[in-house]
Nanobody
Framework: EARLVESGGGLVQAGQSLTLSCVVS????????MSWVRQAPGKGQEWVSS???????TYATSVKDRFTISRDNAKMTVYLQMNSLKSEDTARYYC?????????????????????WGKGTQVTVSS
């Protein structure tokens, strides 16, 4: 059974940093295309960043140059380093996995875009 468990969220002030982690089990992690997706209160899902099985990385324009995604296949973990956080980054952040990669930005994310999802971790940025 696939399991994705996020951690690292919290309450921070604008300009500060957080690092999110997602530990994966039950699937061949190294083969999967991994993403971070967020959802702010009252809004739809927003794709944040992805990293493919061979390390190709993409970011949403809103987070480029502030966020860094990485993966450690030995630890079956994907990370999201978030710097210079803004109030508009406030959201629940989800880790998601799919076997087939997506070229470029991931648009119109739905639950069915990915094969597996975590339960999320809350990030709140106070201004």
């Amino acid at each position: 059974e696939a399991r994705l468990v996020e951690s690292g969220g919290g309450l921070v002030q604008a300009g500060q940093s957080l690092t999110l982690s997602c530990v994966v089990s039950g699937i061949p992690f190294s083969r999967f295309y991994m993403s971070w997706v967020r959802q702010a209160p009252g809004k739809g899902q927003e794709w944040v960043s992805s990293i493919s099985s061979d390390g190709e990385i993409t970011y949403a324009t809103s987070v480029k140059d502030r966020f860094t995604i990485s993966r450690d296949n030995a630890k079956m973990t994907v990370y999201l380093q978030m710097n210079s956080l803004k109030s508009e980054d406030t959201a629940r952040y989800y880790c998601a996995a799919r076997l087939l990669p997506i070229d470029g930005e991931v648009k119109d994310v739905t639950y069915y875009t990915y094969n597996y999802w975590g339960k999320g971790t809350q990030v709140t940025v106070s201004s």
